[in-house]
């Protein structure tokens, strides 16, 4: 079967010019593209590394933060625990101290008492001695 189409030197021509416009396009877009891509991928790929990297990064510092917070919390406590046995024993001493002073204050009262009252019976008793004296050489008196 004939179609009728006899191939010439223009059919070879155009398929030369076809392969080359194929061999520009190709140098011209594809190549150019194809790298553009490839540089793109190879950024995205080293972004996403680089940002893994910081979230673990970021996660170390995280937990290690989280170990000084703790740390600080249980320094914290123990500081404000003894700060606390220092008071209840600083508070023991002052009331102790006061206890004393009172009662050191007390018996001195007591003390101040005893010689009040002693002063005061043996005015008495002078006193009692004089009236006695006194009633005596009346009696006396009236008697001689």
Same mark, same amino acid.
């Given at each position: ?13 155009? =398929? ?6 194929? #061999? ?13 891509? $490839? ?22 510092? %995280?937990?290690?933060?989280?170990? /000084? ?13 003894? =700060? ?9 001493? #002052?009331?102790?101290?006061? $206890? ?12 101040? #008492?005893?010689?009040? %009252? ?14 006695? $004296?006194? /009633? ?9």
């Amino acid at each position: 079967m004939d179609i009728g189409v006899v191939p010439n030197l223009t059919l070879f021509v155009q =398929a030369a010019l076809f392969l080359l416009f194929v #061999i520009v396009v190709n140098f011209l877009l594809v190549k150019p593209y194809t790298r553009a891509m $490839e540089e793109r991928e190879r950024i995205v790929r080293r972004n996403e590394e680089e940002a893994k990297r910081l979230r673990e990064e970021a996660a170390k510092y %995280l937990d290690q933060a989280k170990e /000084i917070l703790e740390r600080a919390r249980v320094e914290a406590n123990s500081i404000i625990d003894e =700060a606390r046995r220092e008071a209840a024993r600083i508070r023991a001493e #002052i009331i102790e101290s006061a $206890e004393k002073e009172a009662q050191e204050e007390i018996q001195r009262g007591v003390e101040e #008492i005893r010689r009040s %009252l002693e002063e005061e019976k043996r005015k008495l008793e002078k006193a009692v001695r004089e009236v006695a $004296e006194s /009633i005596v050489s009346k009696i006396m008196g009236e008697a001689a």
